[in-house]
């Protein structure tokens, strides 16, 4: 039995599991419909059938989405790459109902330091932030078809990652994965979004309308995913900067980058900017998804630019 994945139990299941006394909790207020067996936490649930389930767990989404297009969404199928960042959105996506199917990718596990802006706890350290990630969709539902990628997006598999993808969320440090995957969807003709964490910034890359566009917007120049394996961190530096327009960075996130591989790991990261970005992310992939207008390009939704 997978640690990351629900089994849909039927009654005899149900009740030989339950006569085996592995169960730790049972929340059964229906008396109908499917049982849910999650394995992590040794719950089991009975809730409705997977049609009924989304038609009711969504339904305080009508009338800002209908009916029909909450099924269109509900076909989608999304890849979310670099599950810090990546998590809040996955999240999102999952409670919104923006996604039936997703491949999510990182090669990582949590640590303490995650918890400033992931959505997870100490019992979860030391796991990879994919099984996290698959756990908490999952826990929100369970009809969910969900492919991790444990090793991350890696030149070996990148191609495997984008099959059947509708739509791509971008969202890991990792520079060479972060231009393979635009360079391949570009190919493919998926587009790419993707938050920064910082003032807001949301970016849209539609390679399905604009097979042709620069990755980046042409702020990388020629370079390509293979030039940029085995960087050290200060060579990462001029790329980071000419990725996100040096300029367009808050003071703080400009000045923190130089400190990258010296005193700090990586460029921080808040919680309120990763829930900013996971709704701005979520949005923005609703309406590209369901053909509603979305040009390619930066959006700053900055609450530091707001005056009263």
Not at 17 to 26: I, K, Y
Not at 58 to 83: F, H, S
Request: charged letters at 30%; glycine letters at 8%.
């Amino acid at each position: 039995m997978d640690e990351w994945r629900p089994s849909l139990l039927t009654e005899p299941e149900a009740t030989e599991l339950l006569d085996s006394g592995v169960v730790r909790r049972v929340h059964d207020p229906l008396g109908f419909g499917t049982w849910v067996w999650y394995p992590w936490s040794a719950v089991l649930v009975r809730t409705h059938p997977a049609e009924e389930f989304r038609r009711l767990r969504t339904d305080r989404n009508r009338n800002k989405i209908t009916p029909e297009e909450q099924r269109r969404l509900g076909a989608a199928r999304v890849g979310v790459v670099g599950l810090s960042v990546g998590n809040g959105t996955a999240l999102t996506l999952t409670m919104e109902g923006v996604g039936g199917s997703f491949k999510i990718a990182d090669f990582d596990r949590l640590d303490l330091t995650n918890l400033n802006r992931i959505r997870a706890g100490l019992p979860d350290l030391g796991l990879e932030k994919t099984v996290v990630t698959a756990r908490q969709m999952y826990e929100i539902d369970p009809y969910l078809d969900i492919e991790p990628f444990h090793e991350g997006v890696t030149a070996a598999n990148v191609e495997a990652f984008l099959d059947g993808l509708d739509l791509v969320v971008e969202e890991c440090d990792d520079l060479y994965a972060k231009v393979a995957v635009r360079e391949r969807a570009r190919a493919r003709r998926i587009p790419v979004l993707m938050s920064t964490s910082d003032r807001g910034m949301l970016d849209v890359e539609r390679f399905d309308l604009e097979p042709g566009r620069p990755i980046f917007h042409g702020r990388l120049g020629e370079v390509r995913a293979d030039d940029l394996i085995g960087l050290e961190p200060k060579d990462k530096i001029r790329y980071v900067l000419a990725m996100f327009d040096e300029g367009s960075l808050s003071p703080r996130m400009r000045a923190s980058l130089p400190e990258v591989g010296r005193t700090l790991a990586s460029w921080p990261q808040l919680a309120s900017d990763v829930a900013v970005g996971a709704g701005a992310v979520t949005d923005a992939a609703r309406r590209l998804l369901l053909g509603e207008p979305l040009a390619s390009g930066r959006y700053h939704l900055d609450p530091a630019a707001l005056h009263g």
